[in-house]
RNA sequence: GGGGAGAUUCCCGAGUGGUCAAAGGGGGCAGACUGUAAAUCUGUUGGCUUUCGCCUUCGAAGGUUCAAAUCCUUCUCUCCCCA
């Protein structure tokens, strides 16, 4: 089997593919231009969406190229898949907004040469696109029948599909026939809740074109105890600092269960398949030390090593009392707060740690809650200046979550 | 266009005049147990004050009533059937 590819399955990536022996075949001849694409619905990508990167950046690296087709047209009338309810439509600003955010974070980590990775946008074929010739010229190769027969749009039978959406497939299969003339692109990758988008597009150009095509899909990756990845309490684990910061993205990856530790490392990490395995199969508290590493990776590779350090620092001060207790989240809180003294509540909310003061009381009630390694017992109690300790107060919610507060710089007068 | 069903707190989903901040489940949070894991058990889960209490919430806006998530009117949206 080619190399590219055995890479791949090594690491976790194959789910499905149209036909790997003819798709290995084709990598073994020489360089192969493929694509993902990504629907720029959003203001950040989150983890979950970077799986086709990954697997972009080993493709690349073995010598193949990897285009980022940015669906700034199909973001237009939304996808269908794996989606259960009909998708908002959104404004053409805000998708062209997000358009430029998603690609610059994916420039940070894949690094746009215009050689071997490269970036396009459907929006350029999609928006003028004239209604009767595409009917005429792509519509005709499209069966409504065995569209229905789909499970994306099988699913949505039930709750409801609107034309709109239905036509999502016929437009990615064009994207693929598009970028097929365009760049030779022969292989679509992406999750496999596209596969039935991909096969159509497969399909589609070997009626046009006459032309082999392949697909790859990537399972969609779950947490062992089966929920999707990357998701928090507060949402999705995003890549945009402002959304998701560093110490938050490192935490996820450092509190993953044990069971998905090996899994993640290989896909992502760039670590050697025998060091992730390594790594993985070490026991008990042992394994501590692998959620560690991979946390570190994946920080580094999306936040840079810089920010991986400090969250490493950070999370070692918060739980060992080793680290750097300074690169932890901090507030500020005004000089004139604290010296009229601050309530246990209002010290709580004001660090971020309690949403609101009935959910402070709740978590100090609960005995949930301490400040500088002391339980608080009585929600009255009122902190101080003196209870500073080296400039700041660590204050405590629960075991994982942790907040240091420091006094505001006095403003310079302007 | 005609007919029918529906919109409930983070999600699903009960609730058809007061006893409803609203059952139950999921999820979240906290505690115990631990390894910053999983599983399990317990508690908790609108806001403000905790003492009584007050405020906001049941698609939107009006109305009836001492009193509405529950009744009436209009509107918006969703689904189903017929055309």
Known sequence: MNDALTILQERGFVQQCTDFEGLSK???EGPVTFYIGVDPTGPSLHIGHMVPFFALRHLRDAGHRGIALLGGGTARIGDPSGKTEMRKLISYEAIDENTERVVKQLDRFVGFDGVHALTA???DWLANLNYIEFL????RHFSVNRMLSFEAYRIRMETGLSFIEFNYQLLQSYDFLQLYKRYNCRLQIGGDDQWGNIVSGIELIRRIEGAECYGLTFPLVTTSDGKKMGKTEKGA?????EMTSPYEFFQYFRNVSDADVLRFLLMFTFLPVEECRRLGSLKDAALNEAKERLAWEVTSLIHGKEEADKA????RAAFR???????LPTTEIDRA???AGIGALDLFVASGLAPSKNEARRLIQQGGASVNGRKIEDERQVFSAKDMVEG???LRAGKKRVARVVVKKERQNT
């Open 321 to 327: 009392g080793e680290g750097d207790a300074t690169q």
């Open 121 to 123: 946008n459907n929006k």
């Open 26 to 28: 084709l990598m073994d």
């Open 312 to 315: 490493l620092a950070a999370a």
């Open 136 to 139: 005429r010229d792509i519509g």
């Open 337 to 339: 707060r604290l010296e």
């Open 237 to 241: 684990l995003f890549l945009d600092p």
């Open 392 to 394: 700041a107060m660590m």
